[in-house]
């Protein structure tokens, strides 16, 4: 209850304040959430051409532009500006280029929805041309995916369930696509699973993976928000859980812990985009936006 009331007040927050994309025509390359070397990622890649504007009304509270590759401050966001939102959101556009006019002082840092506030470019990490957007809710002390504040882009196609595996106790795993007949005990459910969207060849983590066994949730695994505990980076997963634990099989991901008796049992996967979360009812697990799995095992 407590996590949809969160994401009831992130909706809201986005209605509210008219937030929108600070390109039009940029397309994700890669999203929040997404393995990076086994860690996630914490915002979403843009390929884009052209200028960036604030995603909503706020204030520049910070800049930075790396004027030579070889600077010895090495930063991996490369050129960033950092917009403050009245909402309690801070907007973090980096990888991209800022003009040097972009960084003389001046005493109004406010900016409207539609103001520039930097270029897309190649800087940081950066392999192509565009930019990196991350959200942080500073109320909260947690990053926040920028698909649940930010109207999602017309996506028609469901996610893709590559995988389903088990991993028993002595970390082997069994893939549910090439043996059904299961000894009893304890495993924990390892799903790979990828957005396809209606861009060509994008394919992009998705929002929330559900597994249940005989119609009883088992886990719900929501690539939502991250936040830190002593210096520790957490997520959603039934609880918050250490994300090195989730993304342990990167680019597969930990869902949830089971227990199987002797007998038959229905596991089932559940694996839903953003457009798919915001619908309701049985919609939600119905519509094209959410991709469905069942395996029936035998338990021995």
């Known amino acids: 209850m407590i996590r949809l009331f969160i994401l009831a ?20 390359t890669s999203n929040f959430g ?107 002390r947690r990053w926040v995916n920028p698909a649940l504040v930010i109207p999602p882009r017309p996506d028609t196609r469901p996610p893709l369930i590559r995988s389903v595996k088990l991993k028993n106790r002595d970390n082997q795993m069994i893939d549910l696509a090439a043996s059904r007949l299961i000894r009893q005990g304890s495993y924990t459910i390892v799903v790979h699973a990828e957005d396809s969207t209606d861009t060509a060849g994008t394919l992009l983590m998705p929002m929330r993976i559900i597994c249940s066994v005989n119609g009883v949730e088992a886990g719900v695994l929501a690539f939502e928000t991250f936040s830190a505990r002593d210096g520790v980076l957490m997520m959603f997963r039934n609880g918050l859980v250490p994300v090195s634990q989730v993304y342990a099989y990167a680019p597969a991901v930990e869902v949830g812990e089971v227990f199987f008796n002797r007998g038959q049992v229905t596991l089932e996967i559940i694996v839903q985009d953003i457009t798919a979360l915001l619908s309701s009812g049985a919609a939600q697990l119905e519509g094209n936006n959410s991709r469905r799995a069942s395996y029936r095992l035998f338990i021995e």
């Open 9 to 28: 007040l992130l909706l809201c927050a986005s209605a509210a304040f008219a937030i929108d994309w600070p390109s039009e025509t940029a397309v994700v």
């Open 34 to 140: 997404e393995s990076d070397m086994g860690r996630p990622m914490l915002g979403d890649t843009f390929r884009a051409e052209g200028p960036l504007t604030a995603i909503e009304n706020g204030e520049i509270i910070f800049r930075r532009r790396v004027v030579s590759p070889a600077s010895r401050f090495v930063s991996t966001l490369g050129d960033m500006a950092v917009v403050d939102h009245l909402d309690g959101l801070i907007s973090i556009y980096s990888r991209a280029e800022l003009p040097q006019t972009a960084m003389r002082k001046t005493s109004d840092t406010g900016v409207g929805a539609a103001s520039v506030i930097a270029e897309a470019g190649v800087s940081g990490w950066s392999k192509t041309k565009g930019f990196y957007l991350s959200i942080f809710d500073r109320k909260d």
